[in-house]
């Protein structure tokens, strides 16, 4: 039986067991296997990998692993120049823009609330949001391994939080969002951009408390839906600094 020895590196230990995590270990194997099976088989996300060096030496996926191999893997540079070792994927997407899967709807609904692009629907099929991700473009936000695995994903990232609000901040962090944000500029239930609108122009759709005591509106351009900074904007204020505070 052949065995090559691998070692994981930052963020990517995250997905190895204890034992396993920041050094060296050997991996055994008796057939033909690349170098992105071997690393999926360890249930590490190919969307997550950026680097891998074979003896010192750049490699693509295709890399088939051979007898004795020392294999460094290293995850995803954002923003950062690696010179001219072979990268694993495209660039860094220049605006950031998700579609999260059918699980993680508030996680969807924080980020819409901090003004990102973000598709969501709780009928979203893997396949659906698969193609939509390569489609459009946009970062595929998951907590389902297996997901990430679909070959024609290219940007893709494992959401380890479990709390929702905890989610977007890692998402915020992983991400360097912070800069882009645009709290209250997209509608939070469709995604929709909102835009001011004269109150005179809604006037139908408000409730009489609202018309008494409101005077600035915001509408979603897609659905329709009103805005304004009622009782609860302060909690919502506070939980946009929550969101972003380092």
Wanted: with cysteine; net charge positive; charged share 35%.
């Amino acid at each position: 039986m052949a065995t090559a020895w691998l070692r994981f590196y930052e963020e990517l230990n995250d997905f190895l067991p204890p034992e396993r995590r920041k050094r060296e270990f050997p991996y055994h194997f008796d057939r033909r296997a690349s170098i992105k099976d071997v690393i999926e088989s360890l249930g590490v996300p190919h969307t997550e990998v950026d680097l891998i060096l074979v003896n010192g030496h750049s490699v693509d996926f295709g890399h088939i692993v051979r007898d004795g191999d020392r294999v460094s893997v290293y995850p995803v540079f954002e923003g950062l120049e690696i010179g001219p070792v072979q990268r694993l994927r495209p660039a860094p997407l220049r605006e950031p823009r998700f579609v999260c899967d059918a699980n993680l709807g508030r996680l969807a609904g924080y980020l819409r609330l901090l003004g990102f692009d973000t598709l969501y629907r709780n009928d979203f099929a893997d396949a659906e949001v698969a193609e939509t991700s390569v489609r459009e473009r946009r970062i595929l936000l998951t907590r389902d391994r297996r997901l990430l695995r679909r070959r024609i994903i290219t940007h893709g990232y494992f959401v380890r939080a479990e709390d929702p609000r905890e989610q977007a901040r890692e998402v915020v962090h992983r991400f360097d969002l912070r800069g882009r944000a645009r709290p209250f500029t997209r509608c939070v239930r469709c995604n929709g951009l909102l835009e001011w609108v004269g109150k005179e122009k809604i006037l139908d759709q408000l409730e009489p408390k609202t018309r008494k005591y409101y005077d600035h509106f915001k509408r979603c351009r897609a659905c329709g839906r009103i805005y304004w900074q009622g009782s609860h904007h302060r909690r919502a204020n506070a939980l946009v600094c929550h969101l972003l505070d380092p």
